[in-house]
């Protein structure tokens, strides 16, 4: 269990931020968790992660893939391969800054509750129903209010 949230979260922190520093990174793990808690989401890590419709595969009707940019994080159902290059250094970095996260270990939430997040050079029509918290890097956070 432990293991498999740390991949689903690295995996959605690598994809997102593999580019950003650690609190760039960590800011977009801490959304997951963030919504984990929330019970407007799904209560685990990989849930939370792989939100959104799917369908079956023509391929294999006994798989379900998600619907092209129908997913909570747009890396997940971009029609791109989700594999990353686990030799790399960045891959290395999200694992460990995952298990950070997961684990707890940075008790300021840098987001302030934020669930909701997107790249700075977007304009989603959902941010104006959230309230904006801060900015990282690049990425906007919001949060609902409750």
Same mark, same amino acid.
């Given at each position: 269990? $432990?293991?498999?949230?740390?991949?689903?979260?690295?995996?959605?922190?690598?994809?997102?931020?593999?580019?950003? +520093? =650690?609190?760039?990174?960590?800011?977009?793990?801490?959304?997951?968790?963030? &919504?984990?808690?929330?019970?407007?989401?799904?209560? #685990?890590?990989?849930?939370? @992660?792989?939100?959104?419709?799917?369908?079956?595969?023509?391929?294999?009707?006994?798989?379900?893939?998600?619907? &092209?940019?129908?997913?909570?994080?747009?890396?997940?159902?971009?029609?791109?391969?989700?594999?990353?290059?686990?030799?790399?250094?960045?891959? $290395?970095?999200? =694992?460990?800054?995952?298990?950070? @996260?997961?684990?707890?270990?940075?008790?300021?939430?840098?987001?302030?509750?934020? #669930?909701?997040?997107?790249?700075?050079?977007?304009?989603? +029509?959902?941010?104006?129903?959230? #309230?904006?918290? #801060?900015?990282?890097?690049?990425?906007? $956070?919001? &949060?609902?209010?409750?």
């Amino acid at each position: 269990m $432990f293991a498999e949230a740390v991949m689903c979260l690295a995996l959605n922190m690598y994809w997102e931020a593999k580019n950003q +520093s =650690m609190i760039g990174q960590v800011a977009v793990g801490q959304v997951v968790m963030n &919504r984990v808690k929330d019970s407007r989401y799904p209560n #685990t890590v990989c849930e939370v @992660v792989y939100q959104g419709e799917h369908r079956p595969s023509w391929k294999d009707p006994t798989k379900e893939h998600p619907v &092209r940019h129908r997913c909570q994080f747009s890396w997940y159902c971009d029609g791109k391969s989700d594999e990353p290059n686990k030799d790399s250094k960045q891959w $290395f970095k999200a =694992m460990d800054y995952a298990r950070i @996260v997961y684990s707890g270990r940075i008790a300021y939430d840098l987001t302030e509750g934020s #669930t909701h997040y997107h790249a700075t050079y977007v304009r989603p +029509s959902w941010a104006k129903t959230k #309230t904006r918290t #801060t900015r990282i890097e690049s990425h906007i $956070f919001y &949060r609902w209010e409750k």
